[in-house]
């Protein structure tokens, strides 16, 4: 969709905005969607939903889905650049989370003293920082590194790579990740260049690769992926790590939290914590023995 790209925009109270949330996550033809959800307006209780599709498509099956959802006042704007998502987020400001420090180009010199300095510029991979589902994993890796140290970690899902090169600038010897969009897998390899990280980013679907399975297995995995994702590759994650290893799990809703967390402990692992940021929630779950 080059020429004529759009942003959905769909408003409403809470509930109205989870169900039609619950509904982009359950319909397997919207499986690669992205949206996200926060409150607007705390004073008048207005949440909303922003989608941005990346096809005809999807934008009609994202419309559709989120007005049939009902009670959602849902828009369809056209961007007038291909460059859209840039221009959305240039000039957003750092996002600090724990000892991570995210920043673009513009904010280059803002960098506070004892911070790990994440240089990511906005593009066409997600993961800039200040989406809540990232700002989770960055806070659970930053709590983890409090009392531990993880020599291998995996990303799966890695947009912009930003989470494997948060750990390999803490101290991991290996950091690798992977993704199913080819573009993401190219511009996470140059925001690892650009960092000076080693972390190394494949182009495959979940845990699929002989790159991912040849470093295995893991200290930690993160997966800042929706729900349906997570639950089916519950079983690959928990093949990939040590035990005793970690998983970092993201993208899903907090409405969402006991049907992941069930995949997860009915596997073996033990909930840790949960962060919670917007309408998101982060699961930290560890890998018994
Ligand atoms: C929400 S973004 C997370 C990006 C980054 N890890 C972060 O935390 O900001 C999810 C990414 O996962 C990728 N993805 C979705 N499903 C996947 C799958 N089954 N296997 C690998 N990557 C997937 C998407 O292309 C997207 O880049």
Same mark, same amino acid.
């Given at each position: 969709?080059?020429?004529?790209?759009?942003?959905?925009?769909?408003?409403?109270?809470?509930?109205?905005?989870?169900?039609?949330?619950?509904?982009?996550?359950?319909?397997?033809?919207?499986?690669?969607?992205?949206?996200?959800?926060?409150?607007?307006?705390?004073?008048?209780?207005?949440?909303?939903?922003?989608?941005?599709?990346?096809?005809?498509?999807?934008?009609? /099956?994202?419309? #559709?889905?989120?007005?049939?959802?009902? %009670?959602?006042? &849902? +828009? $369809?704007?056209?961007?007038? *650049?291909?460059?859209?998502?840039?221009?959305?987020?240039?000039?957003?400001?750092?996002?600090?989370?724990?000892?991570?420090?995210?920043?673009?180009?513009?904010?280059?010199?803002?960098?506070?003293?004892?911070?790990?300095?994440?240089?990511?510029?906005?593009?066409?991979?997600?993961?800039?920082?200040?989406?809540?589902?990232?700002?989770?994993?960055?806070?659970?890796?930053?709590?983890?590194?409090?009392?531990?140290?993880?020599?291998?970690?995996?990303?799966?899902?890695?947009?912009? /790579?930003?989470? #494997?090169?948060?750990?390999?600038?803490? %101290?991991?010897? &290996? +950091? $690798?990740?992977?993704?199913? *969009?080819?573009?993401?897998?190219?511009?996470?390899?140059?925001?690892?260049?650009?960092?000076?990280?080693?972390?190394?980013?494949?182009?495959?679907?979940?845990?699929?690769?002989?790159?991912?399975?040849?470093?295995?297995?893991?200290?930690?995995?993160?997966?800042?992926?929706?729900?349906?994702?997570?639950?089916?590759?519950?079983?690959?994650?928990?093949?990939?790590?040590?035990?005793?290893?970690?998983?970092?799990?993201?993208?899903?809703?907090?409405?969402?939290?006991?049907?992941?967390?069930?995949?997860?402990?009915?596997?073996?692992?033990?909930?840790?914590?949960?962060?919670?940021?917007?309408?998101?929630?982060?699961?930290?779950?560890?890998?018994?023995?």
């Amino acid at each position: 969709m080059s020429e004529s790209a759009v942003q959905i925009i769909a408003r409403g109270p809470r509930a109205a905005a989870e169900a039609g949330a619950a509904r982009l996550d359950a319909d397997p033809a919207l499986e690669g969607a992205t949206y996200s959800i926060l409150e607007e307006d705390e004073d008048r209780g207005v949440w909303r939903i922003d989608a941005f599709p990346t096809s005809r498509e999807e934008a009609d /099956g994202v419309a #559709a889905t989120l007005r049939e959802a009902g %009670g959602l006042s &849902v +828009a $369809v704007e056209d961007l007038a *650049d291909e460059d859209w998502l840039a221009m959305s987020l240039s000039g957003l400001p750092p996002v600090r989370a724990g000892r991570f420090f995210v920043y673009g180009a513009h904010d280059q010199g803002r960098v506070p003293p004892n911070a790990i300095p994440l240089r990511i510029d906005a593009g066409a991979a997600f993961g800039t920082g200040h989406h809540g589902t990232t700002v989770g994993c960055l806070l659970a890796l930053d709590d983890l590194l409090k009392r531990r140290r993880f020599e291998r970690v995996l990303d799966v899902g890695a947009g912009t /790579g930003l989470l #494997a090169i948060a750990a390999d600038l803490s %101290g991991s010897k &290996v +950091a $690798v990740g992977t993704d199913i *969009d080819g573009p993401s897998v190219r511009i996470a390899n140059e925001n690892a260049a650009l960092n000076g990280s080693r972390a190394r980013f494949v182009h495959a679907s979940g845990l699929n690769h002989t790159a991912v399975r040849g470093q295995g297995p893991y200290d930690l995995v993160f997966a800042n992926i929706l729900a349906p994702p997570l639950v089916a590759l519950a079983q690959d994650i928990r093949t990939a790590l040590k035990p005793g290893g970690w998983a970092i799990l993201s993208g899903l809703l907090r409405s969402q939290e006991r049907r992941v967390t069930a995949a997860y402990l009915s596997r073996g692992f033990r909930l840790h914590r949960r962060i919670r940021r917007d309408a998101w929630s982060a699961l930290v779950l560890e890998k018994m023995g």
